[in-house]
């Protein structure tokens, strides 16, 4: 007589979880495109030793809220991977995929913004051949920090790629965000193509630009979950 009702109230909390689940990543989304937002804006732009001793506090300050979306971020997109499905081997390949974006933007963030301020503020005063000793190894922190950016940018690409496909091919979310996903790509791939420099600071903030934007539209969409999307 009474395991109807039980059952109804388990799967009416069941449900009620999942929403908030939903929720809660979009808004995880969303949030962590806000950081990388402000983080775009705030970061300085690079220069000499002495230029990079004067922003020093600003490089730390953008770096370390460029780390702090990451978690975020990876959140919410662990919440859109069981939306379209934790099944599905072509989500699960895009979460981890990502999961590799972030690990090598992670890195640049800790070399580029934290251990090379570090490092700097111990030369006050330098000689001419420190000087030239330490200007190859700003040289080298750049090609280094490159790598971690092309490794962030292609695996991000791969990602979206994946997840837009499961998104065209369901019914989770509206197809039209599947394409979007798909047109931002192509048009990266389209940029590299061309010649345009993703990884200095202007290309990187273009491409930040658009990652954003699909951040966001899914991150609302993720919050609109519970109403079925046809």
Known sequence: MFAPAYLHG?????????????????????????????????HPTGGNLEHLRHISTMIIITHSLAILSIPVTLF?????????????????????????GMFAVLLAAA?????????????????????????LLLTYNMSLNHAFDYIFIGDVCIAISLWSVVIIKTHNFP???GYLGLITCVLVIAGFIAG?????????????AGLVVWMVIVGFLLKRAERRVI
């Open 76 to 100: 919410g997109l662990w919440g859109l991977t069981k939306k379209l499905s934790a099944d599905n081997s072509w989500s699960i390949g895009a979460f981890i995929t990502m999961c590799m």
């Open 111 to 135: 070399v580029n913004g934290l251990a090379l301020p570090f490092f700097i503020s111990r030369y006050h005063e330098t000689t001419p051949e420190m000087a030239n000793s330490l200007s």
């Open 196 to 208: 345009f420099i993703f990884v200095d600071l202007t290309g990187f903030r273009v491409f930040i």
């Open 175 to 177: 197809k039209w965000a």
């Open 10 to 42: 388990e799967q009416k909390t069941k449900k009620h979880m999942k929403n908030k689940f939903n929720h809660n990543s979009g808004m995880a989304l969303i949030t962590g495109a806000i950081i990388m937002t402000i983080t775009m804006v705030m």
